[in-house]
């Protein structure tokens, strides 16, 4: 193996993902992640540069091995941890997925994108371009519409993923919203019609996905001897 190969570091792989875009998906969760949502089931994910080291030919020769399920919506999907963290690897990935004709998605919530003018360095703004030009959906998580309880729910700004929504809409890019619906965080009537309004000025969002909040990952929390932030906060179901 050629050891000038760019590498990535890779918290897990799911081969038969159902939930993660269209089709059935090549799911590859890429580790680190800069937020600290208060009901994030994948605590284990948060630390960069951990993980299985992988080059962009050795996981998409994992992947090609299950294309015959694929079908004509099926793909790979990058999710996280932050999957922006790593562009630079993310986007050789894509580019090379794109060569083999596999439809790519990106599953962010869009922390790094930036939106201060003196952060949008060209350099920047150029990687961002180069990944959505091999990127054919982005399934972008909207944690809270309003700016302090998306900063209380997340340690960090809501302008983040609003702004790269608004860019991918520019860009003509197709979304996939998801929501998590937390009891007495964001289910409340005002939080969720600002969120439909806020949506209703993209033209190019596909489908909302509402998730209901669940505390499966609390065991995780456990084993890294992390104290649970929502404690015994009741879940919800589908309906």
Request: include cysteine; aromatic fraction near 8%; charge should be negative.
């Amino acid at each position: 193996m050629d050891d000038k190969q760019m590498k990535g570091y890779v918290h897990s792989l799911e081969s038969f993902g159902s939930v993660d875009g269209p089709g059935v998906r090549y799911v590859i969760f890429l580790s680190g992640c800069a937020m600290r949502c208060q009901f994030c089931h994948n605590p284990d994910t948060w630390k960069l540069n951990q993980g299985q080291e992988y080059t962009a030919d050795e996981l998409l020769n994992k992947a090609l091995r299950y294309k015959g399920y694929w079908g004509n919506k099926g793909g790979i999907t990058v999710s996280g941890g932050e999957p922006l963290l790593q562009i630079d690897f993310l986007t050789e990935l894509f580019y090379k997925a794109k060569e083999k004709g596999i439809h790519t998605c990106l599953d962010t919530s869009g922390i790094m994108f930036p939106v201060k003018e003196n952060e949008k360095t060209g350099q920047q703004m150029e990687k961002i371009d180069t990944l959505l030009s091999v990127t054919d959906l982005v399934m972008l998580d909207i944690k809270h519409m309003e700016e302090e309880a998306h900063k209380k729910l997340t340690t960090h700004s809501a302008k983040h993923s609003q702004s790269f929504a608004k860019y991918l809409d520019q860009k003509e890019i197709p979304i996939w919203i998801r929501h998590v619906v937390v009891p007495g965080i964001t289910d409340r009537k005002e939080e969720l019609e600002a969120l439909g309004s806020f949506l209703a000025q993209l033209s190019h969002v596909e489908k909302v996905e509402m998730l209901p909040y669940h505390s499966m990952g609390k065991v995780k929390y456990d084993a890294l001897g992390i104290s649970y932030p929502l404690g015994d906060l009741r879940q919800l179901t589908k309906e």
